[in-house]
């Protein structure tokens, strides 16, 4: 089974506006629409929409944390989220002609909290993939995740980690079966400005070297790169009319790390990733099945290299 974890979930209200925010003015919006969100959730709204098994975990709490669990309940994903005393986040999105995101902070989680959640973790299996992303809100230790690999390295269960920074450097060590940094992130975790493919290629190697068993570098419309033991890969996304960007990476992380927990093919895994990444960046939720599905006879993936 795969399981995710959202360590702070949100809302996700997202504001559609007719003109840009003025700010020091009174502005009103076009419309709203209010979604469960955090990185982890939307890993497992996708997991779900690809009719794959899996079960949400992390940190939930108040009337905000109550409408999360209402709205996977009717999507039919299962859920074993630690109950906090304060309220979930909301993480607003404005969109205008761009789009701007202010996330809260989230609630505070005490020890015996985190204790409860490394419990649930320790039962796993090493037929189980956990996949870690987001941030983490207030009282967790710095090195959570760490301690999450550390309980997960005694079952031998699989993780994946979609976090940027040393969390992200730390993590490679133990071999994460996938990281998804996006360009930008790549260039921040070198210190490193990258403008062509080779570029990329030079520091995504890097991270194969480090430990981890397959790299994904997202590049939005210009699609992703993938690297293993075995090859780089880039595969081109669709064209489509970008409606919405929040989503997209964990859209990917889910079609990917889904589709080779299933096949068990790499390159498939990556077509999946892409076609997710990018229906949902054609939609204003997450993608659906039939939308990611649509979208697979475009993806064409290119050898860049092999050995
Ligand atoms: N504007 C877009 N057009 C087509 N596909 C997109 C677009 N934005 C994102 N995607 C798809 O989603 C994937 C992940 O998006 P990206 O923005 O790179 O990730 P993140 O949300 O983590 O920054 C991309 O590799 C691509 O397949
Ligand atoms: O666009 P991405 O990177 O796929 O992630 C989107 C999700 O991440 C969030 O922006 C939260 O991010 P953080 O956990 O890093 O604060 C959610 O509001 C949203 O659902």
Redesign the pocket.
């Known amino acids: 089974m795969i399981y995710t974890v ?3 979930p ?1 809302i ?1 209200y997202v504001v559609y506006m007719d003109n840009e925010v003025k700010t020091g003015a009174v502005n009103r919006i076009q419309k709203d629409r209010k ?1 469960p ?3 982890g ?2 890993v497992s709204r996708i997991l779900s929409q690809l009719n794959i098994e899996n079960k949400a975990l992390g940190f939930i709490g108040g009337f905000t944390g109550k409408f999360i669990e209402d709205a996977l309940k009717k999507e039919n994903i299962i859920t074993e989220f630690v109950q906090v005393e304060e309220d979930t986040r909301i ?1 607003v ?1 404005v969109k205008s002609s761009n789009e701007t ?1 202010i ?1 809260g902070l989230g609630p505070h989680i005490s020890q015996e909290k985190a204790n409860e959640l490394l419990n649930i973790l320790s039962n796993l299996s090493r037929e189980d993939v956990v996949i870690l ?3 983490k809100s207030k009282g967790l230790s710095e090195k959570f995740y760490q301690e999450i690999i550390e309980k997960l390295k005694q079952t031998e269960t699989e993780f994946v980690i ?2 940027t920074g040393k969390e992200l450097k730390d993590a490679l060590f133990s071999k994460p079966l996938l990281i998804k940094p ?1 360009n930008h992130e790549l260039e921040e975790l070198f210190d490193v400005k990258l403008k062509t493919e080779e570029d990329m290629k030079i520091y995504g190697k890097k991270l194969v070297e480090a430990g981890a068993q397959h790299v994904i570098i997202s590049m939005a419309e210009k699609g992703a790169m993938l690297f293993t033991e075995k090859g780089v890969y880039h595969g081109k996304a669709p064209k489509g009319n970008l409606k919405n ?9 889910a079609g990917f790390t889904g589709m080779l927990k299933q096949t068990g093919n790499s390159l498939e895994a990556f077509k999946y990733g892409i076609a997710s990444g990018s229906a ?1 960046a054609f939609e204003e939720d997450l993608a659906t099945k039939d939308k990611i599905e649509g979208l697979l006879s475009q993806i064409k993936i290119k050898v860049l290299e092999e050995n």
Request: proline share 0%.
């Open positions: 959202t360590l702070n949100s996700d979604f969100g955090g990185k959730i939307n993480n999105k995101e996330n992303s987001g941030s979609d976090t996006n960007s929040v989503g997209s990476g964990d859209s990917m992380v949902t």
